[in-house]
């Protein structure tokens, strides 16, 4: 059986010859510049136009609300948005203005999307996405963030580093305000509302279902801004858009003077209230927080 052995084993280092070393090419190791040439974005505007779009528009007919805001925004600049499920990103590259969208990467985490290099291909091919580390706030992670800035692309980061377990917001992690400090670039916050329902965890397949999605106005770190303070101001921008979706423009704001805006962690109570609590389901209204009642039994 030595023949055997011979094909399933790596070969030798001959003594005295110096081991070469192994340089990984997979999870957050991936190159992916290659994505982001000219042949590559044609594909993915292909991708975009062809299936993306018309399958958001099948499955989830999204209700936009905050394009206008993003009528003077020119790139780059970092889009952090809420995250409550696989759909988000299909939802995002459906409805961002083509400007914007043409040069954006993703970041997605590298233990989901790049654990080989066929799942990697196809994840930088048809999203532009770019690996990082979610558990922790790597020099490689950073690396590959910031080089998409430095070259004038767009960057998609979901601060919470997981999707939502229930449909409200974790704490954020500073990952996008750090970068964002770091390369001095202005982050679009942006409120997803119903995609938990296309596609939540656990399922392969899309449920027809109405989304919205809010874009909120740039905001810009100043220089005494620490990224942390900086991660709890996007966090709270995105409250405040959760908030204008809920109960309306003109009551978010007054919310938001008053500093009464509801909180995006949502309250301490079973699921169902938490649920209840969420709000109306895009294709739904509900009257402003303040005139709402129990259901009389």
Known sequence: ?????????????????????????TGVHYDTEWAHQPAAKFVR??????????????????????LDRLKD????????????????????????????????AIAAG???????????ALSALFIGAIPIERTRLSKLSISNSLDVL??????????????????WQQKHRPGAAFLAKRGKTPVVPVYLSGTGTILPKGKNWP??????????SPLRTSDDEDPREFATRIEKRIAELADEFSSGWWQSRKNAYQETTPGG????????????????KPSQR???VGQQRWPEL
Not at 265 to 280: I, N, V
Request: hydrophobic letters at 35%; one cysteine or more; proline letters at 11%.
């Open 73 to 104: 925004v020119e790139g780059p600049v970092i889009f952090a948005a809420n995250h409550h499920s696989h759909a988000d990103t299909s939802v995002l590259l459906a409805t961002l203005p083509p400007k914007l969208r043409d040069d954006l």
């Open 150 to 167: 430095k070259k004038g692309r767009n960057l998609l980061i979901f601060p919470e580093g997981g999707r939502s377990p229930d449909g």
């Open 286 to 288: 509900r009257k402003p």
């Open 265 to 280: 962690e949502g309250p301490d109570a079973g699921a169902w209230r938490r649920r209840w609590a969420l709000g109306p």
């Open 1 to 25: 059986m030595s023949w055997l052995r011979f094909i399933t084993q790596s070969p030798a280092t001959p003594r005295g010859v110096e081991k070469p070393k192994h340089t990984p090419t």
């Open 207 to 216: 449920t027809k279902a109405r989304c919205a999605v809010v874009f909120g």
């Open 110 to 120: 590298a233990d989901y999307f790049f654990p080989n290099k066929v799942s990697g």
């Open 45 to 66: 505007r292909l991708a975009v136009l062809g299936f993306f779009k018309p399958a958001v528009r099948y499955y989830a007919h999204p209700r936009v609300i905050g």
